[in-house]
């Protein structure tokens, strides 16, 4: 069994591989709703695997969240 934060991870992750690009990054306040999780709650998973570099990310005025082809190559193991 894996626990709820694994699960909403692998779901953002998902989220972001189909949605989401280099050049079309995604906001937290624009996925939580579609991964049924709190935003901020949200905020700190993505956080957490943009440190781990899982997925990428850009703050600023263009910034967000994105999947970069290096990021695609992880496994559902690696989440």
């Known amino acids: ?3 709820k934060t694994a699960k909403y991870a692998i779901k953002a992750v ?3 591989g189909l949605h989401s690009s ?5 906001l ?3 996925m939580y709703e579609q991964i049924h999780v709190s935003e901020s709650y949200l905020a700190k998973i993505l956080q957490v695997l943009s440190r ?7 703050k600023g ?3 967000g969240f ?5 990021n ?4 559902l193991m690696d989440i």
């Not at 781990?52 to 850009?58: F, P």
């Not at 695609?72 to 496994?75: E, I, R, S, W």
């Open 1 to 3: 069994m894996i626990s």
């Open 14 to 16: 998902i989220y972001l």
């Open 22 to 26: 280099e050049p079309k990054k995604i």
């Open 28 to 30: 937290t306040r624009d």
């Open 52 to 58: 781990h570099n899982i997925i990428s990310s850009i």
């Open 61 to 63: 005025r263009n910034g």
């Open 66 to 70: 994105y999947l970069s082809e290096e």
């Open 72 to 75: 695609k190559n992880h496994t």
